[in-house]
């Protein structure tokens, strides 16, 4: 590698640094830059002042007080760069276009009973260039991409998704990064869901405070993203903290039989569709979660129930997990109402706290900040994390991170 190749990926790196630590700090100025990321003024000034005159940052005020001049303040630049994401899920498709500070500008939601991918192709072509119109020319030439999320296997559960035969085979079929990437003049970038769901975290939510974290989204099924030293780990397969699969202790509550070697697998006791079902069973006529807050209060009791078995089948397999991964925190968030949620978090914190064995350290338990929207609005941000993420890699490398595909 020649030293000009190895000096601009530096400074790129550099960038990204700067561009992270405004972002998690909101606001700061090149003295709090250089102090974070331990590099000279002279370098922390050159590096602002070229990411100010590409519209990345703006000038946010001055903070007074202390000896000499007052600082000047710089923030991320929202109008400095737009993306959009797409959710498809097992029972929902969500678009969205965020701006460079992550809000949401537009959006548009789709639920179904089952996950068409002629349906969910159509829907994309449909809604796309609607999401794009909220942009005037000048902001559509700073979209940076479109950043898909979706579970890496949508067609490998079909008993479990009340899947026909017909469709499950229809999805193992199809590529569906090329039939998406081939309708889009711009660059596409693919990720599974829950680990899109993580970089969202990281980049927006609990990722501001603290750097190496298991985030766990309880969807459809669950799944989730590990974070370690502020970086999405993928894994070798893009499938790192996958968690669906894991296996924990048979529970009676439902009525199923337990798989292979007497386990379950954590989706059994852990997931929305394993809620829906057990409503249905007793009584509570609900064909999509989302219609859950329409009859909270005569579901209560057996949400309770779900909650209770699904906080023993996490403490089973967070369990294993912290064995192994020395973490901060697990990040918990599901598409629920926001108290059954701070409240599936205190049984986890509770039962956790009482059954880790004494040389390991019980990272805290603590609830998500994006909420239902974790996994579209990570897809959204994929773009920018390619772009202008703190990924290592751009020092060996002259060129951004290859696009993650299916």
């Known amino acids: 590698m020649s030293q000009g190749s190895n000096s601009s990926g530096l400074r790129r790196y550099n960038e ?58 710089y923030a991320i630049n929202p109008a400095g760069a737009y993306s959009i994401g797409i959710k498809i899920g097992r029972r929902d498709l969500e678009l969205l276009l965020l701006d460079f500070s992550g809000k949401t500008l537009a959006q548009f939601k789709r639920e179904f009973d089952q996950p068409d991918p002629d349906y969910i192709i159509e829907q994309i072509d449909l809604l796309l260039p609607e999401l794009r119109n909220h942009l005037d020319k000048s902001g559509q030439k700073r979209l940076r991409g479109v950043g898909v999320a979706m579970p890496w296997f949508l067609g490998a559960w079909p008993s479990d998704l009340e899947m026909a035969d017909e469709l499950s085979e229809r999805w193992r079929n199809i590529n569906l990064s090329e039939e998406i990437s081939s309708r889009i003049d711009l660059p596409v970038f693919f990720e599974n869901d829950g680990a899109a769901a993580a970089v969202a975290e990281l980049q927006l939510g609990v990722g501001r405070d603290i750097s190496d974290f298991l985030y766990v989204n ?124 701070e409240e599936l978090v205190a049984m986890v914190e509770r039962r956790l706290g009482s059954m880790a064995a004494k040389d390991i350290f019980v990272p805290a338990i603590i609830p998500g900040q994006l909420g239902p929207d974790a996994i579209a609005v990570g897809g959204g941000i994929l773009p920018f994390y390619s772009s202008f993420g703190a990924d290592k890699t751009v020092l060996l490398k002259g060129s951004v991170p290859e696009r993650r595909m299916i």
């Open 218 to 341: 309880i969807g459809a099924f669950i799944g989730g993203g590990l974070v370690l030293h502020g970086n999405l780990e993928p894994g070798v397969h893009g499938n790192a903290a996958e968690l669906a699969s894991m296996p924990v202790p048979h529970s009676e509550l439902f009525g199923h039989e337990p798989g292979k070697g007497g386990f379950d697998m954590l989706t059994q006791r852990a997931s929305l569709l394993t809620l829906r079902r057990y409503l249905n069973q007793k009584g509570i006529e609900i064909s999509h979660i989302g219609e859950l807050p329409e009859h909270i209060d005569n579901a209560r009791i057996y949400i309770q129930e779900w909650m209770n078995d699904c906080a023993d089948a996490m403490v089973f397999a967070f369990l294993s997990a912290i064995s192994i991964l020395d973490l901060k925190a697990i990040v918990i968030d599901a598409n629920l109402p926001r108290f059954i949620i």
């Open 16 to 73: 990204r640094v700067m561009l992270t630590h405004l972002r998690k700090y909101r606001t700061a100025s090149k003295s709090d830059l250089a102090r974070a990321t331990n590099l000279t003024p002279q370098a922390v000034t050159r590096i602002v002042d070229d990411l100010e005159q590409n519209e990345l940052v703006v000038r946010e005020g001055r903070r007074l007080g202390g000896l000499g001049q007052p600082s000047t303040l």
